[in-house]
């Protein structure tokens, strides 16, 4: 398995993030995680009573799901003790033939029924990975699958729910988990079942990404659905490793990546919500194209560059992951974390504002569901997987970093030594870092830095005073016995950059990581910036209670960064990324 893991997460708790990240992650925590009702969010389990053909089935394990990952990274004693009770409370709505399920009997495998149990496997898979391999949860695993196994009775599992088969088959990840903590040869065999038949009721989805087939013309267009079904497949690839797979998987992370990923780095538009394929990048300006980027495909496609991150370790996904990190997903949460948007401000090219996310049930004309969305769900769970993405390391133990803000890392379980390393920045709103090695002992190991794509000229790294020079968009590589006090620093490009839109009628600007934006506090959004790339960062008092990072150009447009942009989550409170070209 370690020569197709390529890359793989830290240890829980090896990174504690002391920036902007590390802050929204912890309000996350103590403002969102630990405020949810669960045992509501078991109810609908306990008493199976979803008859209107819903989806607060989902919301249970997309919720504890993103809770077990927020652990991974900082320590929480209420949020895990909730997490324990309420697996706990889960585990008793099993009945005695395996099945858990918010469906009544005679409504069961229709429309997001296994949808929801895939979200159910999901959260106990974590559970029982990262924080405690109790063999009743493993148990419970074992006859759920047995249990949807029997039920469909040999039957495709493509024909049902929703999408094409997407939404069923996107717990093709969830069986392969089974699989690898039971050893049961019969359900990797059942995941081999819906890999041959491409996850789909109108075609092969593998195939035709294969062949080139854009996103938005694979099945429906479902954006969401169908990259969990690639990301099922790079879980199925471990244990089963054909070319043709990592093949798919890679073709389809491109054409996605090139062909629908917006300059923000979120995705999906065409419906009211943003939820499809449509070439979005081409399209991304427009008024008539439906809203922008839902956060549930913001988040799944940081899933879907992690899956092609651990299995290449190449920079590309890793850049691609960063970038949305710090645009579309920082972007779309509060910064007390108690909101997040369903659509992300729409449009692109217009004055539009971020409004935060509503009770869903209630907008399908049902009962309130207790304030749920499906991306109110998901926002944590993309703060949580951005943060394990921050450092990472290879499969013989080099420390990989991908992001520089505030933090430190623990290493005593990598190199066999004692030891932290210390990452003091502004990043991502300045581009200087320092790093410090604290180590008990010198110990030979190799650090990878991940040079940004953005950045303009090769970086220069020094490294107690030797230099290392590092490519544009490439890792670099620096192999050497480290000692006690070693440091590393490097300044990263930060002059501005400007991208014009695909269609050739607006201009966008961006720093660093950071893509910028106009914010109707800091005057009209309509006056097209000027082209000279000129700017001087404003520290004035007056920008510093909502802007992280707010610059004046040289005919005095200013522009803060997209994460800043709107955060009053207000509806007077307007933002411009795309602007008029003069």
Known sequence: MDNIISLQHMPVNAVKLQGILGKKLHNSIINRLNKINYRNMVDIFRYRNETDDRWRCEFWGK????????????????????????????????????CISSYPAERQLKAWDIWGRKYVMIALLRYYDTLNPDPQVKNALVRMLDHLIAQLNGKPLQEFGQHNGLAACSILGAIVGIYRISGEKRFLDFAKKLVDAGCCSKHNIFEEARKGTPPCKLANGKAYEMMSCFQGLADYYVYDPKPEYKEAILKFFDAVRTQ??????????????????YNGKQNQTRWDAGAIGETCVTVTYQHLCDAVMRLTNTPVPANAAIHTACNALLGAGSDNGRFWCHANPTPLSGAASKVPAVDQMMGQGTDSFDGHD????QGPEGLALAAMNVVMRTSNDALVLHYYEPMEIDLAD?????????????????????????????????????????????????VNGQIYTGTPGEYLHIKREWVDGDTIQFNLDFSMRREISPDGKFKAFLIGPMVLARDSRSGNLNDPPPDDLQYTRCTDEQ??????????????????????????????????VWHDIK
Not at 262 to 271: A, E, K, P, S, V
């Open 63 to 98: 919720v504890v799901r993103s809770a077990i990952w927020s652990l991974r990274s900082e320590k929480n004693q209420e949020l895990e003790d909730r997490i324990h009770e309420t697996v706990r409370d889960m585990l008793s709505t099993q009945t005695e033939d395996g």
């Open 260 to 277: 629908e990923i917006f300059i923000t780095g979120g995705g999906g538009m065409l419906d009211v919500v943003g939820e499809y394929w």
């Open 374 to 377: 499906c991306c109110l769900a």
């Open 414 to 462: 990598l190199f066999g030594t004692a030891g932290t390393l210390v990452i003091q920045s502004e990043y991502p709103f300045d581009g200087s870092v320092s790093m410090k090695l604290n180590l008990e002992k010198a110990a030979e190991f190799e650090i990878q830095l991940l040079v940004p794509a953005w950045q303009k000229t090769p970086l220069q790294v020094n």
């Open 543 to 576: 920008y510093k209670g909502w802007a992280h990072f707010i610059c004046t150009l040289s005919d005095g447009t200013k522009l803060c960064d997209y994460i800043s942009a709107g955060n009053y989550f207000l509806p007077g409170n307007l933002l411009r």
